[in-house]
């Protein structure tokens, strides 16, 4: 089921809930850009453009978010019920054939819709994610609970010092506020439900039964603040001069390195070593 409205195209996720999406492009495959945590689809909008001359692209705001977020009344919040947005709005565009790209929670979302939408899926990009075990490997109850405290005593506020902490330093001051505003108008019910989702997924449990080939495009100087988290036959690049929003921050140098590996998928060779990259 298609509708208009809110500036893009709807669907109905399994729920009911009406998720917003734009396409761009025409060429198969599909590629599909999944936002983060408290995101939404305009956190894609250099890629939209750059990717939409060669593929057919296709963004979203997943429940809760964005333009989706109107009359919300999911019952369950988890990354599946989020993999399923996905899945509904592949089905929507008729996505026989698709790559995923996820950004942060949306990378954990990608690997679950990946794992639904089976051979359809041609390749998982994440992008700053799967590799941080304080994020992706499932965390206690206490910490999870003591880690979303700060958002449902401030939203706000956390949520600038954080996305302040996790911008490379020379990031533009319009560009850090822009995104800062953005997450902050996130409904904080939403936003803490899901938080608690992320931090209580695994991704241990999900990533052994994926089957198509996994590719990361981290921040250089993020990577070296956590505890990695080793993944099998996931193929790791650093991209440096970017903090956690690398697709806003260095957007030619991703591009390149995202449209690269996007196009290696396509011609069907997967030739690209994992490690620090630089154009």
Known sequence: MERH??????????????????????????????????????????????????YRVVTLDLAGHGCSRATVDRRGWSIEAFARDVEAVADAVDARSLVLVGHSMGGAVAVEAALRLGTRCRLLLGVDTFTDAAFYA?????????????????????????????????????????????????????????????????????????????????????????????LARLVEHRLPGAGHFVMLESVAPFNVLAASIIGQCVDGTHEHHAGAWSP
């Open 5 to 54: 409205g809110c500036g893009h195209r709807t669907t109905l996720s399994f729920d009911g809930i009406p998720l917003h999406y734009t396409v761009a492009g025409t060429a198969p495959p599909v590629v599909l850009l999944i936002h983060g945590w408290s995101c939404r689809q305009d956190f894609w909008r250099a890629q939209t453009a750059a990717f939409g001359r060669a």
């Open 138 to 230: 499932r965390r206690p109850a206490a910490e999870i609970a003591q880690r979303c405290a700060p958002f449902a005593a401030g939203f706000a506020a956390t949520m600038t010092t954080m996305v302040d902490d996790l911008c490379d330093p020379a990031v533009a001051p319009d560009l850090r506020e822009w995104i800062a505003a953005s997450m902050s108008a996130t409904d904080p019910a939403v936003a803490l439900r899901a938080l608690e989702a992320l931090l209580s997924w695994d991704i241990e449990r999900a990533w052994p039964r994926l089957r198509c080939p996994a590719y990361a495009i981290n921040s250089e100087r993020l990577c070296r603040r956590y505890r990695p988290l080793p």
